[in-house]
C-alpha cells in the first residue's frame, strides 16, 4: 500500500471514529473568550472541543509554548503572540487581559490558547478572574496539564500503588526568594513532586528538598518538550540532578520530577 493511500485509509478511520462518537461541539459566540489548553505539545494531545473552538475562532491570542501546528489550524483568526516563555520577550499579563476585553467588546469570537492546562500554572484564573469583572462572557476548555501527561509519555507513571499516595504539583521559579514555597514541608511529605517553571533553579530546589529531609539517592529526572520530536528525558538522583541536567544541555521549558516514581521508568522500559 502506497503511503498516500495508507494516509486516505487512515483520516477515514478517524472520520468513521468520530462520526460514532456524536461530538457536538458548543458554538463560540461574537463578543466571547474561550480560555483553552493545549496540552503538552503534541497536536494529538488536543482535546476535541479546543480543535473546535481553534477552527471557529477569529482572534487567537496564544502563548510561545504552542506549537505552530496547532496555531495554524485558526485558519480564520488574527494571530496576537503573547509570548510567556521564560527569559523571552512576553506581554505583560496587564496587556494580555486588557487585549482578551478588547477583542471581546469589538464583537470578536476570541479563543486564549495556553500550553497544559489554562488553571495549571498558566494564569487562566487570574484572566477567567478579569474578564468576570469585565462582564465578558468566558469558558475554559480544559488541556492535558503537561505535569501528568509529561509523565505518562516517558514512561514515568504519576502514581503507582505503594510507591506514592499522592502527587505534589509545584512551581520552582520563586525558588530562593521570600516568595518561595515550603520546599523541606514538600519533602517531608515523602510523596513526588512535579516542579514547573524550575529550571533556571534546579541546584536550589534540589538541595532545599534535601535539606528537608530527602535522601540524595532520591530518583529524579528532568522532561523537556515531553511528547514532541524534541523530547529529552534525563534521569539522575536528587543529589546529581541539577548537574546532569547541565550536562546534557537541558535548558526550559522543562519539567523537573523527584520521587520514587521515576524509578519505574527503567521497571518499564522494556515494553516494546
Same mark, same amino acid.
Given at each position: 500500500?502506497?503511503?498516500?493511500?495508507?494516509?486516505?485509509?487512515?483520516?477515514?478511520?478517524?472520520?468513521?471514529?468520530?462520526?460514532?462518537?456524536?461530538?457536538?461541539?458548543?458554538?463560540?459566540?461574537?463578543?466571547? =473568550?474561550? /480560555?483553552? #489548553?493545549?496540552? &503538552?505539545?503534541?497536536? @494529538?494531545?488536543?482535546?476535541? %472541543?479546543? $480543535? !473546535?473552538?481553534?477552527? +471557529?475562532?477569529?482572534?487567537?491570542?496564544?502563548?510561545?509554548?504552542?506549537?505552530?501546528?496547532?496555531?495554524?489550524?485558526?485558519?480564520?483568526?488574527?494571530?496576537?503572540?503573547?509570548?510567556?516563555?521564560?527569559?523571552?520577550?512576553?506581554?505583560?499579563?496587564?496587556?494580555?487581559?486588557?487585549?482578551?476585553?478588547?477583542?471581546?467588546?469589538?464583537?470578536?469570537?476570541? =479563543?486564549? /490558547?495556553? #500550553?497544559?492546562? &489554562?488553571?495549571?500554572? @498558566?494564569?487562566?484564573?487570574? %484572566?477567567? $478572574? !478579569?474578564?468576570?469583572? +469585565?462582564?465578558?462572557?468566558?469558558?475554559?476548555?480544559?488541556?492535558?496539564?503537561?505535569?501528568?501527561?509529561?509523565?505518562?509519555?516517558?514512561?514515568?507513571?504519576?502514581?503507582?500503588?505503594?510507591?506514592?499516595?499522592?502527587?505534589?504539583?509545584?512551581?520552582?521559579?520563586?525558588?530562593?526568594?521570600?516568595?518561595?514555597?515550603?520546599?523541606?514541608?514538600?519533602?517531608?511529605?515523602?510523596?513526588?513532586?512535579?516542579?514547573?517553571?524550575?529550571?533556571?533553579?534546579?541546584?536550589?530546589?534540589?538541595? !532545599?528538598?534535601?535539606?528537608?529531609?530527602?535522601?540524595?539517592?532520591?530518583?529524579?529526572?528532568?522532561?523537556?518538550?515531553?511528547?514532541?520530536?524534541?523530547?529529552?528525558?534525563?534521569?539522575?538522583?536528587?543529589?546529581?540532578?541539577?548537574?546532569?541536567?547541565?550536562?546534557?544541555?537541558?535548558?526550559?521549558?522543562?519539567?523537573?520530577?523527584?520521587?520514587?516514581?521515576?524509578?519505574?521508568?527503567?521497571?518499564?522500559?522494556?515494553?516494546?
Amino acid at each position: 500500500m502506497s503511503g498516500s493511500t495508507k494516509n486516505k485509509g487512515d483520516n477515514a478511520t478517524l472520520e468513521q471514529a468520530l462520526s460514532r462518537l456524536n461530538f457536538q461541539p458548543r458554538p463560540l459566540e461574537p463578543g466571547h =473568550v474561550w /480560555l483553552a #489548553g493545549a496540552g &503538552p505539545g503534541d497536536p @494529538g494531545c488536543l482535546t476535541l %472541543e479546543v $480543535l !473546535a473552538a481553534l477552527a +471557529e475562532a477569529d482572534a487567537l491570542v496564544y502563548d510561545a509554548l504552542v506549537s505552530s501546528d496547532v496555531v495554524a489550524v485558526a485558519a480564520n483568526a488574527e494571530l496576537f503572540f503573547a509570548g510567556k516563555r521564560g527569559g523571552k520577550p512576553s506581554m505583560k499579563q496587564d496587556d494580555i487581559t486588557a487585549l482578551l476585553v478588547r477583542l471581546a467588546r469589538e464583537g470578536r469570537r476570541v =479563543v486564549r /490558547l495556553k #500550553g497544559g492546562d &489554562p488553571y495549571i500554572f @498558566g494564569r487562566g484564573g487570574e %484572566e477567567a $478572574l !478579569a474578564l468576570a469583572r +469585565e462582564n465578558i462572557p468566558f469558558r475554559v476548555l480544559p488541556g492535558l496539564t503537561s505535569g501528568l501527561s509529561a509523565l505518562a509519555a516517558t514512561g514515568i507513571p504519576a502514581t503507582m500503588r505503594g510507591i506514592n499516595k499522592a502527587v505534589i504539583l509545584a512551581t520552582g521559579h520563586a525558588a530562593g526568594t521570600d516568595d518561595d514555597i515550603d520546599w523541606a514541608a514538600i519533602a517531608r511529605t515523602g510523596q513526588p513532586v512535579v516542579v514547573y517553571m524550575g529550571m533556571a533553579n534546579l541546584p536550589l530546589i534540589a538541595g !532545599a528538598l534535601l535539606d528537608g529531609g530527602l535522601v540524595p539517592s532520591t530518583p529524579a529526572a528532568v522532561i523537556v518538550a515531553a511528547t514532541t520530536p524534541q523530547e529529552r528525558t534525563v534521569v539522575a538522583t536528587l543529589a546529581t540532578i541539577a548537574e546532569a541536567a547541565a550536562a546534557a544541555g537541558l535548558a526550559s521549558p522543562a519539567l523537573i520530577v523527584v520521587g520514587g516514581i521515576v524509578a519505574m521508568r527503567a521497571a518499564l522500559a522494556g515494553n516494546p
